[in-house]
């Protein structure tokens, strides 16, 4: 069965400093992956996805993220943060083939500091 | 295109009530995924339709819980006998079999066991 580990569950950082939220998944057959962001009071929206092709994936909010299969994680980034990217971002696995279900990781809390 | 909508947003209820909650997915999205997220944490993976068959459940879902999705459109979760383990927002997520694998998630229905 697929898992998703989420390293940090706090990251605070500087506003227009750089971060990097890790994700590791686990998964003996292949993968697409995923990140979510939540805003408070607020339904999961997508960040952005890697289904195949490239690795380096560019999503929404200038946030980007490296699928890199031998070391089976999906680090998101961002060269300079804003005070609005404040929110819990969630990794999530589902299998190319197979079952539907996507699993989620516990989600890093983003603060972003003035 | 209006996007995913759950009913009631929010649920007080006593410890042993029975509550429903109600999932209208994005019309032509025939996968239909139930989470629960606590405070602090991803969502949890409940259970997914594809149409009206339900395909998965997941194992930690006591008997107390039951969806449905009668003609493959709406769902309701339904939890009987209520705990205040319960306590949790329920989410509501949808997708198109042929889709890039995007979920679309609701705003969600906070259960709240007194």
């Known amino acids: 069965a697929q898992s998703v580990t989420q390293l940090d569950s706090q990251v605070p950082v500087f506003e227009e400093a750089p971060v990097e939220l890790r994700c590791n998944y686990s998964?003996?057959?292949?993968?697409?992956l995923f990140w979510y962001v939540q805003y408070p009071n607020q339904g999961l929206q997508l960040l952005l996805k890697?289904?195949?092709?490239?690795?380096l994936v560019k999503g929404i909010n200038g946030f980007e993220a490296e699928f890199n299969k031998s070391q089976t994680s999906f680090h998101l980034r961002k060269p300079s943060v804003h005070i609005s990217d404040t929110a819990e971002y969630f990794c999530?696995?589902?299998?190319?083939?197979?079952?539907?279900?996507?699993?989620f990781g516990t989600g890093t809390r983003l603060k972003v500091l003035a | 295109d209006t996007g995913v909508s759950q009913d009631p947003r929010h649920k007080i209820t006593k410890r042993g009530q029975n509550v429903t909650f109600r999932c209208d997915p994005i019309?032509?999205?025939?996968?239909l995924y139930w989470y629960r997220q606590t405070l602090g944490q991803g969502p949890e993976f409940l259970t997914y339709?594809?149409?009206?068959?339900?395909?998965?459940k997941s194992r930690l879902l006591s008997d107390r819980f039951s969806a449905e999705r009668p003609k493959g459109s709406f769902s309701t979760l339904e939890i009987q006998r209520t705990e205040q383990g319960d306590s949790a927002m329920y989410l509501c997520?949808?997708?198109?079999?042929?889709?890039?694998?995007?979920?679309?998630f609701g705003e969600g229905s906070r259960l709240t066991v007194l």
């Open positions: 997520a949808s997708t198109a079999r042929e889709s890039t694998g995007e979920l679309f």
């Open positions: 998964s003996s057959v292949s993968v697409y």
């Open positions: 890697y289904l195949s092709g490239s690795t």
């Open positions: 999530a696995v589902t299998l190319t083939s197979g079952t539907y279900k996507y699993i």
């Open positions: 019309s032509e999205h025939n996968r």
């Open positions: 339709f594809q149409n009206e068959a339900q395909l998965e």
